[in-house]
């Protein structure tokens, strides 16, 4: 006798699963994949990363400049010119302006790179926390991924993952890139004598990477909205940045009062990763906070969204 339920499943086509299952931290790519995909079709986006790339062939063919520059000018064609007096050398103007542009391949070089690329960095990141993290708190989707067989840090993972390629394809990589070319520049010890700096360039990215997902993806699922998203982040990025120095360069106020600014943070946290010495930094090192102070108030801004995303997550109602 054949089993009724058996014959009914038949009719319906249905067929038991017979793949591999895959393990519950695989969905957190399709997770990304996702914000990816939402971010990528935006016009705005590519026309940012576009200026984020062309910051990076200006230091990129500007290294290459110097070079031809130290090669090709000569004494006696700058003084045939006419251009600088007889007293003054031409390896002293190109020392200077190597120290004014800082593409000498030293920690200021990329830490110069990457702190001017951090201003499109943060455009890029007020669309992403709206556009693929916002609207998952708006428009009720959050509730849908929960009811997979993933946890709240599956889904916080997933998109801190897709925030930190956007993060790493402006500045990690192209510090790299930058890197391997001054080797090539320079000579080949460059890489063994500078290793403490390759490993300052991919620490400092990912310092950028953690507290900048977290802190974006905690901002986002609070406004959850486009308009508010950009007025709050603007206000952490650029109006905290304008208060602190007004608060110190302007109220002469005590220098801690820069660890307000959290891109700052990042900026010394990135420094003492590259090996600078804190005499060494610019603006005077007399006007900056230490770096363990920057590093603590970094380390502490990780834990607070981190708590704040895991209370939040686990309030949204799940419907099996």
């Excluded at 009914?8 to 990304?32: D, F, M, N």
């Excluded at 500078?194 to 900048?212: D, M």
């Excluded at 770096?291 to 969204?305: N, S």
Aim: proline residues 4%; aromatic residues 16%.
């Amino acid at each position: 006798m054949v089993n009724p339920q058996l014959e009914k499943s038949s009719l319906l086509h249905y067929r038991p699963w017979r793949g591999e299952l895959s393990g519950s931290w695989r969905p957190t790519w399709a997770i990304a994949r996702t914000a990816l995909g939402l971010l990528s079709r935006r016009k705005l986006f590519w026309g940012l990363y576009g200026l984020s790339v062309m910051i990076f062939l200006f230091f990129f063919y500007g290294q290459y400049l110097q070079v031809f520059l130290e090669q090709r000018v000569t004494e006696e064609n700058i003084r045939s010119g006419g251009l600088f007096p007889k007293n003054i050398k031409p390896e002293t103007i190109l020392h200077q302006l190597q120290n004014a542009l800082q593409l000498n391949g030293s920690a200021d070089t990329y830490a110069n790179f990457i702190w001017f690329e951090g201003y499109i960095v943060m455009v890029i990141l007020a669309l992403i926390g709206s556009a693929a993290i916002g609207n998952d708190f708006h428009h009720g989707s959050l509730p849908f991924y929960l009811s997979k067989p993933i946890g709240p840090f599956h889904y916080i993972f997933g998109k801190c993952l897709a925030v930190g390629i956007f993060i790493n394809l402006i500045t990690t990589i192209p510090a790299v890139l930058l890197f391997i070319e001054y080797g090539f520049i320079d000579t080949w010890s460059y890489y063994w004598d500078n290793l403490r700096l390759f490993l300052g360039i991919i620490f400092y990215g990912s310092l950028i990477t953690i507290t900048l997902s977290l802190l974006l993806i905690a901002t986002a699922s609070w406004v959850k909205r486009t308009m508010p998203m950009v007025m709050i982040w603007t206000v952490m990025m650029v109006l905290g940045r304008m208060i602190q120095r007004w608060l110190v360069d302007g109220l002469h106020l005590r220098k801690e009062w820069r660890l307000i600014d959290i891109w700052n943070d990042l900026y010394l946290a990135g420094h003492w990763a590259l090996g600078t010495p804190h005499e060494a930094l610019r603006p005077p090192w007399q006007m900056q906070p230490s770096y363990h102070a920057a590093l603590l108030v970094i380390g502490i801004c990780i834990v607070t969204c981190i708590f704040y995303l895991r209370k939040k997550i686990q309030a949204v109602e799940i419907v099996a």
